[in-house]
């Protein structure tokens, strides 16, 4: 069973910094394409990015409202995901969600960026 | 960046059938564009429903269908049951990102 647990989240005031975490089981983490998707309180679904598997090239793509400010990475030795955030705004504000390739979904994690 | 857009409500009664679409304003959405469904009820993750265009994973419900009509791919509920009320959201691959659609709040009543 695919199983995707996401962490990171809280607090952070605005031009701060956060790095979420995405642990993955259940399948062959380096074969997959993984992406970070995040939902702002009442509004809908925004694609932020993606890690492509080493053997499709290895590289990332970002939304333009991101691009430059956040950046993906992944562990295939640990079967993780992360997602660095800096120069954050308020706007970032969101539940974000770990996927696999939007198949498979993580329960999200909050993450609040206010002063 | 594309802007993908949905219906932002429709109403289906019980039993009834329903297409929900998703249009990208770069033109026709295609194959191509790998589009998939997914639905979301208040407080949960969002569930896939349908990916590149008309495939099903084991856990969608054999009402629900992808396909492509009329230049937008769509999403087909035949037979609406109660539990089927939630928002619905479509994706669209374009060459270096993708973009969700503002989602579709479905009523069953």
């Known amino acids: 069973e695919v199983q995707l647990v996401e962490s990171g989240g809280g607090l952070v005031k605005p031009g701060g910094s956060l790095r979420l975490s995405c642990a993955a089981s259940g399948f062959t983490f380096s074969n997959a394409w993984m992406s970070w998707v995040r939902q702002a309180p009442g509004k809908g679904l925004e694609w932020v990015g993606r890690f492509k598997s080493k053997t499709d090239g290895g590289t990332t793509d970002y939304a333009a409202p991101v691009k430059g400010r956040f950046t993906i990475s992944r562990d295939d030795s640990k079967n993780t995901l992360s997602l660095q955030m800096n120069s954050l705004k308020t706007e970032d504000t969101a539940v974000y969600y770990c996927?696999?390739?939007?198949?498979?979904w993580g329960q999200g994690t909050l993450v609040t960026v206010s002063s | 960046q594309a802007v993908v857009t949905q219906e932002p409500s429709l109403t289906v009664s019980p039993g009834g059938t329903v297409t929900l679409t998703c249009g990208s304003s770069?033109?026709?959405?295609?194959?191509?564009?790998?589009p998939y469904w997914f639905q979301q009820k208040p407080g949960q993750a969002p569930r896939t429903l349908i990916y590149d265009t008309t495939n099903k994973h084991s856990w969608t419900p054999a009402r629900f269908s992808g396909s492509l009509l009329g230049g937008k791919a769509a999403l087909t509920l035949s037979g609406a049951q109660p539990e089927d009320e939630a928002e619905y959201y479509c994706?669209?691959?374009?060459?270096?990102?993708?973009?969700f659609g503002g989602g579709t709040k479905l009523t069953v009543l």
């Open positions: 770069t033109g026709a959405v295609t194959s191509g564009h790998y």
């Open positions: 996927t696999t390739g939007c198949h498979s």
């Open positions: 994706l669209i691959s374009y060459s270096a990102a993708r973009v």
